[in-house]
């Protein structure tokens, strides 16, 4: 049963969240234990697909997202973004629930993406984070390359419709969805024969040590390179890993 915030606690909680990068110690322990106190009842599935411990998680939640004590001090000064958190502030558990999960949906998706790239160690977890975050900067590092986000978003529906149908599914069902037992689950389920040499030859997998070069030579990678114009190599990390998110975003729902 979802725990209810009393109407002092509501109104507590909308004040200091509007004022929650300005927040003296004791109020930050008060906005803590509000909003700690809101989500124990709150057990969405992006939990158990995660993995990790429950608290620390909903800890994680409230010092990135509620008292975002890593944000730059510089926002606090921010005028447009003052505005929006005062319209977004949360007033229920529901709505807390609501903003819990959504963090939960984008480290699902962060998640996925450092199990999927498999390019090289060539980026840091904490880079992915930041480029899967960073809206303005992936759509500024794909204009570097003369693309833009619905041109990308064309070009992957072209290629998902061109590959055969038995790596079409290993991509549709292994990079763009959360298959139930990874690529060997989707290989069994519509079995695909040799499904571990047509998802290398794809670039669905790749040895770590591998060279930029190697993954190149893959179907994703020559899609990348010959059709989008982006070279392998560390440098375009940035637009790679969007065309990776809108890649798997289309693959989603072909």
Known sequence: MQETLSSEQSVELVGLWRRRQTLAPDEMGRMYGIVGSALKACNPPELQVLGEG????????????????DADPDEADDAPDRERSNHSAPSSSFALCAYFRRYLIDCTRASSFRRKLSIGDQITEAQLEDRLGADDD?????????????????????FIAAL??????????????????????????????SYHYRAGRLGLVHKREGLPADYARTTLGQW??????????????GAILQVFKILGAEASYA
């Open 54 to 69: 429950r608290q620390e998680l909903v800890a994680q939640f409230i010092y990135v997202k509620v008292l975002r004590l």
């Open 138 to 158: 992936a759509l500024d590092a794909l204009a570097e390359h003369g693309l833009s986000g619905a041109s990308v978003q064309l070009a992957a529906r072209a």
């Open 164 to 193: 055969p149908e038995p790596e079409r599914i290993l991509l549709c069902e292994g990079f763009g969805r959360e298959a139930a037992g990874g690529l060997s689950g989707v290989a069994s389920r519509h079995s695909i024969a």
């Open 224 to 237: 990348i390179t010959q059709t989008l114009g982006i070279a392998i190599e560390a440098d375009n990390m």
